[in-house]
């Protein structure tokens, strides 16, 4: 079985694929596609930061999630180069829509265990739907050096989201997470199905 057969089955578990049309507008805007992307890099970072201060106490947590903040600061460096090769100019941020009504999902209060389960699948969530859309964009773009850099990254970010899946399970029961889980990929459907096609975005 291929790699992306096998991310296909164990990871591409998103109830709802991105509608085709948003890879030909990003194409169109594909400078607004990579500034946001350096955005979505940045914030990935800044999100594995956040966990591993809030739980500290959690070897394992931290050992896996450490080399993360590393190789997202690199995604970042890489879209900051192709901003840059390419005469465009890095703008300010847009309103992240997804993360701030995917962020409005996250259950208030509960232990500390079911606290940090919220978070993980949230940032496995993104990154599924990253990885799709770098698979879009890797299959269906024009430029040959960003078709071979987007599928690069969605190898990465596919590793990402099995270790926030992974870390879930061990830190609560798996069988509270697997439903959990479930819960949140049909949020994420309504709210994909919702939210304007938009080309300036990568989410």
């Known amino acids: ?28 805007n594909i400078g ?37 903040v590393a190789e997202e600061w690199n995604h970042f460096e890489r879209v900051m180069e192709q901003i840059r090769k ?3 100019e890095f703008d300010k941020p847009r309103k992240d829509e997804y993360v701030v009504k995917l962020s409005e999902f996250v259950k208030k209060g509960g ?21 799709e859309r770098f698979k879009l964009l890797s299959k269906h773009i024009q430029d040959e050096e960003l078709q071979k850099f987007y599928y690069e990254l969605m190898v990465s970010e596919a590793g990402h989201y099995v270790n926030f899946i992974e870390l879930a399970r061990k830190y609560h029961d798996k069988e509270k997470v697997n439903a959990r889980w ?7 459907a309504e709210v994909i199905k919702n939210l304007e096609i938009r080309g300036d975005r990568m989410h």
């Not at 800044?46 to 500290?56: A, E, G, M, R």
């Open 111 to 131: 232990s500390r265990s079911q606290q940090l389960v919220e978070y993980l699948l949230m940032n496995a969530l993104i990154e599924a739907r990253s990885c």
């Open 1 to 28: 079985m291929s790699w992306e057969e096998s991310t296909k089955k164990k990871m591409l578990h998103l109830q709802l694929p991105t509608d085709p049309r948003w890879v030909n507008i990003a194409e169109m």
């Open 182 to 188: 479930q819960e949140w990929l049909a949020y994420e």
């Open 86 to 88: 390419r005469g465009l």
């Open 32 to 68: 607004d596609i990579l500034v946001d992307h350096a955005y979505c890099e940045q914030k990935a970072a800044s999100s594995c930061i956040s966990l591993i201060v809030k739980f500290h106490d959690l070897q394992e947590l931290v050992d896996t999630l450490t080399p993360v």
